[in-house]
């Protein structure tokens, strides 16, 4: 998760096991349908359908109602590499959502958290960590010039990664250590010894 990215589709991410967010997908899907009528919703409301068979699958392996989401993994990606596989769609809007969707499907990334339940299917636990960091970096001052946004960048990423693990000691030590009195920003000034009547010149 970042919010310094221009693109999580970057070629630079390619090699990176991501999760895409399905909330967004199932937004992007939903913005579609609200434009067609008829056998033009076929598409859509298939895949649409088969997302949120997932996400119902994944939130039950949580809560209690299914035992373990991968028992239906495997039906669910026989569903859903068929219809999302290489083809032509007369629709372009259609074919737009295939291209998209299916690409992070052909990669893996459309049902990574069936086989793990520990990853989260939508983005929304990430974007709550990268949050203060968010809010932080809008009003602090180690944003006010380079050097002081890249040392804010670096510990907050420490402790936020620290956090989502769970070491909470950890943290708490971190915080105790950024927050304490003691730490100066600068070495403190050599003190000032004055010269007695004696040491004086002349005397």
């Not at 990606?77 to 259609?94: F, S, V, W, Y």
């Amino acid at each position: 998760m970042t919010d310094r990215g221009r693109s999580y589709d970057a070629q630079a991410c390619a090699a990176v096991p991501q999760q895409k967010c399905l909330a967004h997908m199932l937004r992007s899907i939903s913005d579609v349908l609200q434009t067609k009528k008829g056998r033009a919703r076929d598409f859509g409301e298939r895949l649409k359908g088969l997302l949120q068979d997932a996400l119902h699958q994944w939130r039950g392996s949580h809560t209690g109602e299914v035992a373990d989401c991968a028992v239906p993994a495997p039906c669910l990606r026989e569903a859903i590499t068929p219809h999302l596989r290489n083809r032509c769609l007369t629709d372009p809007d259609h074919q737009r959502l295939l291209n998209h969707i299916g690409q992070h499907h052909d990669r893996g990334n459309l049902l990574r958290f069936l086989a793990d339940p520990c990853i989260a299917p939508t983005n929304n636990r990430a974007e709550r960590v990268l949050r203060p960091a968010v809010i932080a970096r809008k009003g602090s001052q180690c944003s006010k010039n380079t050097p002081g946004a890249h040392a804010f960048e670096a510990c907050k990423s420490v402790v936020q990664t620290l956090a989502k693990q769970g070491v909470d000691s950890m943290v708490e030590g971190l915080y105790g250590i950024f927050r304490a009195a003691r730490i100066q920003s600068s070495p403190p000034c050599p003190p000032i010894r004055v010269k007695s009547a004696n040491q004086l010149p002349g005397k």
